[in-house]
Every structure is written in structure tokens, then in C-alpha cells.
């Protein structure tokens, strides 16, 4: 199993950036699949979720409106779009998968405790 997240840099305020998560090893269009983010000394946070089959998706408070989750099954990945980042975006990003991270009933756990599967992150860094 391997999750691979990529796509992070370094960016300038109000910049953007798309991860993306490529999978591998289990059957990718039966798991939910969560961006969660963690900055130094803060907790982990997630960020965002797409259904399994992409008909659901959700986002915490502070990135709607400027965050989109997509996800291509076709090609085992998913994508975080990043809009109009703030220095408060910066962190290592992950994707994780999980069968029930979210669904049509809503996104019980955002903090991810369950989670089948995680990948190894991706920095994002925000310069003001």
C-alpha cells in the first residue's frame, strides 16, 4: 500500500498550489480519501475530504471557498486545489484513506484517528 503526496513548495500570500495524493495497493475507489495538515507545534488538522466516490466532500472552516478536493479514480488520485494561500496555510500536507473518512452522511471524524492508510507529506510553505 503507498500513498504519495506531492505537489507542495513554497509560495508567495494569496499564491496557489495543487497537491495531489497518487495511490497504490488496495482498492482506491472504495476509500475516502482526507488532506490533513500539521504546522509546527500545533495539532493535526483535518483539512478536507472527498467521498469515494466523489460525490461528497467537505472542508474545514478556515480553507472553504478557497480549497477544492477532486479526486480521479481512473488514476488512483486525488487533488487539493489551493487558492489564495495565507502563511496560516503553511504545514506538511498528508492524504489518508479510510473506507468511512467521510460520506454522502457527513464527516464524522475530521481529525483522522482511524485512518486505514496514510502517506508521507508534502511541505507547503506561505511567504507573507
Known amino acids: 500500500v503507498q500513498l504519495q503526496a506531492s505537489g507542495g513548495g513554497l509560495v508567495q500570500a494569496g499564491g496557489s498550489l495543487r497537491l495531489s495524493c497518487a495511490a497504490s495497493?488496495?482498492?482506491?475507489?472504495?476509500?475516502?480519501i482526507g488532506w490533513f495538515r500539521q504546522a509546527p507545534g500545533k495539532e493535526r488538522e483535518g483539512v478536507s475530504c472527498?467521498?469515494?466516490?466523489?460525490?461528497?466532500?467537505y472542508y474545514t472552516d478556515s480553507v472553504k471557498g478557497r480549497f477544492t478536493i477532486s479526486r480521479d479514480n481512473a488514476k488512483n488520485t486525488v487533488f487539493l486545489q489551493m487558492n489564495s494561500l495565507s502563511p496560516e496555510d503553511a504545514a506538511v500536507y498528508y492524504c489518508a484513506a479510510d473506507p468511512h473518512y467521510c460520506s454522502a452522511y457527513g464527516w464524522i471524524n475530521p481529525q483522522g484517528y482511524d485512518m486505514s492508510y496514510w502517506g508521507k507529506g508534502t511541505q507547503v510553505t506561505v511567504s507573507s
Open positions: 472527498i467521498s469515494s466516490g466523489g460525490g461528497s466532500t
Open positions: 495497493g488496495f482498492t482506491f475507489d472504495y476509500y475516502a
